[in-house]
């Protein structure tokens, strides 16, 4: 499956972004799908996974309760929905496919990486 991320750009603090993951081919439903994000100099770092049906959804704790990650098997499109968003959210956010049963954080389970899509949170 190849990926396209989109969404990305500049917001101020407290702003709001959707970002967007399509993807090409007729086996997307087999696959767990996740964002993972890398700020400048730093590690890449998974952000929200969600499971081959929609459920179970997984969140990093730096996100919680602000980003949420949404799925629609039939238009081969994953979403994540980021709210009040702070300058530390800055970073490349990439959409990821893996084949692993459940969702994993580990960024090495994952076979298919989107782009990126640049995320700038500042005022």
């Known amino acids: 499956v190849q990926l396209q991320a989109s969404g990305g750009g500049l917001v101020q603090p407290g702003g709001s972004l959707r970002l967007s993951c399509a993807a090409s081919g007729r086996t997307f439903s087999t696959y767990v799908m996740s964002w993972f994000r890398q700020a400048p100099g730093k590690e890449r770092e998974f952000v929200a996974g969600?499971?081959?049906?929609?459920?179970?959804?997984y969140y990093s704790d730096s996100v919680k309760g602000r980003f949420t990650i949404s799925r629609d098997n039939a238009k081969s499109t994953v979403s994540l929905r980021m709210n009040s968003l702070k300058p530390e959210d800055t970073a490349v956010y990439h959409c990821?496919?893996?084949?692993?049963?459940?969702?994993?954080?580990?960024?090495?389970?994952?076979?298919?990486w989107g782009q990126g899509t640049l995320v700038t949170v500042s005022s």
């Open positions: 969600i499971g081959r049906s929609g459920y179970p959804t």
């Open positions: 990821a496919a893996s084949s692993a049963v459940e969702v994993t954080a580990n960024p090495n389970l994952y076979t298919n």
